[in-house]
């Protein structure tokens, strides 16, 4: 029998297909400004949960404060559900799973995601943007993962493609 190569040059490698469904996951957003998936795996490469940012169950978006600028209790910040936290909320399988998984997210997580990053044991954090990586939520969620054995590292795509989707 001939032996056939199927190694395609253009296919995904694992991280850009995992970062690929956390901005899919990203478009469910209702945010006007800001759209942000994550996607939690497995050592073995399985896929455990997904989310996205956006409003409580319950709360109707049409009826959300998506104003970025005002009072706090008129902006979105008080109320927004981060990606992350929604991943790991939506996870619904043992907590053992999550010990040693991976997070891939569109931007770096803030300091309150890092801490249920790490509190859930996921130990590794690939992400796309670091562009807020000068406020102190940021520079606090890096010291907290340094402390904690948490990696992150940003994902470089191969062949210089981008995964845009909006």
């Not at 190694?7 to 995992?18: A, G, I, V």
């Not at 981060?82 to 991943?87: D, F, G, L, V, Y």
């Amino acid at each position: 029998m001939k032996e056939v190569n199927l190694d395609r040059k253009d296919s995904l490698n694992w991280d850009e297909y995992f970062m690929a469904i956390a901005k899919l996951s990203a478009m469910r957003s209702k945010d006007p400004n800001t759209q942000v998936g994550a996607c939690i795996v497995s050592k073995d490469n399985r896929i455990l949960s997904i989310g996205y940012n956006g409003t409580p169950n319950g709360y109707e978006d049409k009826f959300f404060p998506w104003d970025r600028v005002g009072h706090p209790l008129n902006t979105k910040y008080m109320y927004v559900v981060h990606a992350e936290r929604n991943a790991i909320l939506n996870y619904r399988g043992s907590l053992k799973e999550l010990e040693s998984a991976r997070i891939y997210v569109d931007l770096f997580p803030c300091n309150e995601c890092a801490k249920e990053i790490i509190q859930t044991g996921i130990k590794e954090v690939i992400y796309l943007s670091d562009k807020y990586k000068d406020t102190n939520e940021v520079k606090a969620s890096k010291h907290m993962m340094d402390v904690c054995g948490v990696k992150y590292r940003r994902l470089n795509f191969k062949n210089n493609i981008e995964i845009e989707m909006n």
